[in-house]
């Protein structure tokens, strides 16, 4: 394998972490409430067919990148627009997500630091890395999530004392529209965002699968997600709501006796790693559709100057923490024709002109021999 390859191993965790990212941290509660961990069960039923068409995207011409391949697909008129379109959505969801984690560290940790300073440490940290290139960032995601998955499970052992199941009834209570929003906003945050990840392939060892590998990442994101939701909701119960962090809070109950306190403080460390993860493959993602729109050979330079868009975007987005949650509430609507729509009209373009060239070249070839099979006739003396 190269070097600067990503193996499988590396990409599945780098996929779990950037899934895992902000819903561990913003987890909680539904429109469906007690019924929310259903809607999560749903929502990775819902995202293996999307697992199959961004990987069929990256098979449908072997050995290019994701954005190359909607190129071919599409033609390059038509690919650019939808480049620039999955461009534009994913520099939304970096905005949020770096507003989102900086809001975390100031409202728990640093109350008397600015909040642009802790925006400004976050963006640098993440420049450095990605210019380092992006199996730095994968390697850096194999090595966190052990330390991430033993501690979600420490932590539902050790809440287990404060976990109440009544908060679970009754099942299937909600209305059905609300089931239906929990599905929606559970599908949409975090599972669909895995078109973002889909330009990471392009790195990945040529003897790994593209699939299982996708599948792998979002199954072992699937794990820690629904674990630490169900954590809060059997904690915290409807109060869920309440809290702008509640996997925080809820881990913030644990306590044995007066020797061992304040766990919330380890776990707190743990989610800033899962969030800079995922702030790392959304900036890559981004720079990695600009320098392929633009004709660039490499990403590196656009690192530097997209992060200080993300970096001024997030500044803009919101100017509290009430309305920054407010764009998360609408994001599942305004994201859906970007994660869902878009890729399924590529698929089904790059099938049907696939198809049309590969018939085209097995009309041609049999007139070709047919041509040179003619015996040339004997001239006469």
Known sequence: MNKTSISAKQMETTIALYLIGSSLVSGGSSRAKQDTWLCVLAALVMIIPMIWVHSEILKLYPGQDYFQNIFRAVGRPAGTAVSVLLIINTLNIGAIVLRLFS??????????????????????????????????????????????????????????????????????????????????????????????CAPMFGALDRKAKIFPSFLNGVFLAFIIVFSANLRNMLVLGYSTEVFNFPSYESVSVISLGEFFTRIEVLIGINLLLAGFIKGGVLLFSTCQGLAKVFGYKDYEPLVAPVSLLILTASILISDSTVEMYRWIEDLPYYSMPFQVFLPILVLVIGKIRKKIEKSKKQGKEPAKEGKESIPLKPQKS
């Not at 008397?112 to 420049?127: D, F, L, N, R, Y």
């Not at 599905?183 to 949409?188: D, K, M, P």
Request: glycine share 2%; hydrophobic share 55%; charged share 15%.
């Open 103 to 196: 809001e975390f560290v100031h409202i728990v940790n640093m109350t008397e630091t600015p909040i642009i300073a802790i925006m400004v440490c976050i963006s640098a940290v993440t420049v450095y890395v990605l210019s380092n290139r992006l199996y730095v960032l994968a390697r850096l995601s194999k090595f966190v999530f052990p330390f991430l998955l033993v501690a979600v499970a420490i932590t539902i052992v050790l809440s287990y004392k404060e976990m109440d199941w009544n908060h679970l009834k009754p099942v299937l209570h909600s209305k059905p529209a609300d089931l239906l929003g929990g599905v929606l906003s559970s599908f949409t945050i975090p599972y669909s965002e895995i078109v973002i």
